[in-house]
Nanobody
Framework: QVQLVESGGGLVQAGGSLRLSCAAS????????MGWFRQAPGKEREFVAI????????SYADSVKGRFTISRDNVKNTVYLQMNSLTPEDTAVYYC???????????????WGQGTQVTVSS
């Protein structure tokens, strides 16, 4: 069992930056791939980024590539999402998730955080 708690969301102007954190409970954090997903009002949840178990492999949605960076610290049991050059289209609730597979598919993730709101004003 893994519990995930996101933090770091908030209101930011377009062009600004935010750093999201996701703290995981339990001693098995390093066995999971970690993903960030987001859901905007009226839209389906979408993949944002994923990092593999060691932190050496990452992948991003095209919409955030070059602007967002995912990383993890297996000592602190935390995964991060550094978001730069934010636009109003990035406004959404951001969720972190833990899964055994390295996949973009949200259904493959067994554990989810409660989400943190990111709002980007124009």
């Amino acid at each position: 069992q893994v519990q995930l708690v996101e933090s770091g969301g908030g209101l930011v102007q377009a062009g600004g930056s935010l750093r999201l954190s996701c703290a995981a409970s339990g001693r098995t954090f390093s066995i999971y791939a970690m993903g960030w997903f987001r859901q905007a009002p009226g839209k389906e949840r979408e993949f944002v980024a994923i990092v593999n178990r060691s932190g050496g492999g990452t992948s991003y949605a095209d919409s955030v590539k070059g602007r967002f960076t995912i990383s993890r610290d297996n000592v602190k049991n935390t995964v991060y999402l550094q978001m730069n050059s934010l636009t109003p289209e990035d406004t959404a609730v951001y969720y972190c998730a833990a899964g055994l597979g390295y996949t973009y598919y949200s259904g493959a993730y067994a554990y989810w955080g409660q989400g943190t709101q990111v709002t980007v004003s124009s």
